[in-house]
Every structure is written in structure tokens, then in C-alpha cells.
């Protein structure tokens, strides 16, 4: 079993930045590709990022590219999305996720954190 707990949402004004952490424990970290999803309210949980095992590959979806960077730490068994220009319709609840394969926009993940809320204000 693997468990993912996600920090740093909050509230930022737009063009602001936010980083979100993910800790995660259970299994062993460094098997996992992990990644990003948010759902903003209405609307379908939708990817954001991901990396694989090694800390590698980071691939990004074309809303968020150039604006968001996404790593890991594997010694401290985390990975971590930093959010800069932030606008309001990036308004969401952040959700870890960890795959034992590798984590992508059209499939489901083998695990999900709780989530973390992120508002941008305008």
C-alpha cells in the first residue's frame, strides 16, 4: 500500500506562484512514476504533470508548460510541483498521484493522495 499526503495550497493572487509537496510512504518510493491531476469545481479531474521513477521524463499538459516544474526527491521520498503565473482558472483541488508504471493524461493512477486546495484570485 502506498500512501500520499499533498502540501502547500493556499491562496495566491494571480501571476503568483505556489509549490505543492507530496510525502509519500508505504511501498518503495523509487518504484513509482508519479505525477499531478486537478479538478476544479465542476469540472473533471484533469493531468497537470508527471515523472518517472528516476526523477526523469517530465512531461507536462500544454496548459501548464513553460509555467509549472515538477520533481522529485527520492532520498525524502518526495515530489513536488512548482506553480508560477498562476491564473484564476488554475483554481482547483491538487491531487498526487503515483503509478507503477508510469503516471499519464488518459489513465487512471494506482493511487491518489487526498488533495490539496489551491484558489487563485483575480
Known amino acids: 500500500q502506498v500512501q500520499l499526503v499533498e502540501s502547500g495550497g493556499g491562496l495566491v493572487q494571480a501571476g503568483g506562484s505556489l509549490r505543492l509537496s507530496c510525502a509519500a510512504s508505504g511501498r518503495t518510493f523509487s518504484s513509482f512514476a508519479m505525477g499531478w491531476f486537478r479538478q476544479a469545481p465542476g469540472k473533471e479531474r484533469e493531468f497537470v504533470a508527471s515523472i518517472d521513477w528516476s526523477g526523469g521524463a517530465p512531461y507536462y499538459s500544454e496548459s501548464v508548460k513553460g509555467r509549472f516544474t515538477i520533481s522529485r526527491d527520492v532520498a525524502k521520498n518526495t515530489v513536488s510541483l512548482q506553480m508560477n503565473s498562476l491564473k484564476p482558472e488554475e483554481t482547483a483541488v491538487y491531487f498526487c498521484?503515483?503509478?507503477?508504471?508510469?503516471?499519464?493524461?488518459?489513465?487512471?493512477?494506482?493511487?491518489w493522495g487526498q488533495g490539496t486546495q489551491v484558489t487563485v484570485s483575480s
Open positions: 498521484a503515483a503509478d507503477w508504471v508510469r503516471v499519464v493524461p488518459t489513465a487512471t493512477p494506482d493511487y
